[in-house]
């Protein structure tokens, strides 16, 4: 069950991915991950850097997908751009950097830009 739900997390997030493209994103990194943080997608929108967390439900049962991303996943998110940062040499005083959420319900898609 849980590689049924990783597969199945991949799948949504390069559904993210390229959803982001088609808005001219450039995708950077799928999937960064440290001990301590994660980012689902690492994109460039422009001249700014992009953060993006994708929450996924097949159905409301379980809340509306944008409702997943709590205060704890947000810190998890942010850690994640601070090791991002050091790991590229880029400044967080230079790079403008920016935290996006996309919810996917069932095959639609929300995408919230500066969601925190």
Avoid: C, W
Wanted: glycine share 6%.
């Amino acid at each position: 069950m849980a590689e049924n739900k990783r597969t199945l997390g991949g799948e949504k997030e390069h559904m993210a991915g390229a959803f982001l493209e088609k808005k001219g994103h450039r995708i950077l990194e799928y999937n960064f991950r440290t001990r301590m943080a994660e980012a689902d997608l690492v994109t460039m929108d422009g001249d700014t850097l992009v953060f993006v967390e994708v929450k996924y439900r097949r159905d409301l049962s379980e809340g509306h997908p944008l409702e997943a991303v709590h205060a704890a996943k947000q810190r998890r998110v942010r850690l994640a751009a601070l090791y991002y940062l050091e790991d590229h040499n880029l400044s967080p005083d230079t790079t403008a950097v920016r935290f996006d959420v996309i919810g996917i319900l069932g095959d639609e898609i929300t995408h919230v830009e500066n969601a925190f």
